[in-house]
C-alpha cells in the first residue's frame, strides 16, 4: 500500500484494524458498542529526531494507547498519525 503522507520527526502513519464485529460467542456487536482497535500496522515512519532513532519500521504490528494519535482520512481510509513514543509494543 503506498500512501503519499510522509510524516515528520518521530512520528508514523498507523492503519488501525478493523473493530470486531462479533463476539467470541457468535453475538453480533452494534457500531455504538464497539471499541476503538487499539492495534495496527505502520505504513509510513518519520525519519526521527539526531538523538533518537526511529524503532518501528513500515509494516510493523503495533499496539497503542486508545486515545493515541490525531485520526485522520486519506482517499476514503482512516489512519492514525501519532508519536513513537505513544506505541506501547511491536507485536
Known sequence: MSVNIKPL????????VAAE???ASGIIIPDTAKEK???????AV???KPDEPMTVKEGD????????????NVDGNDY??????DILAIV
Not at 504490528?61 to 485522520?72: C, D, P
Not at 492514525?80 to 513514543?85: A, T
Open 9 to 16: 520527526a518521530d512520528r508514523v502513519l498507523i492503519e488501525p
Open 80 to 85: 492514525l498519525i501519532m508519536k513513537e513514543s
Open 46 to 48: 518519520g525519519s526521527g
Open 61 to 72: 504490528v503495533v499496539l497503542y494507547g486508545k486515545y493515541a494519535g490525531t485520526e485522520i
Open 37 to 43: 482497535p487499539q492495534k495496527g500496522k505502520v505504513v
Open 21 to 23: 464485529q462479533t463476539t
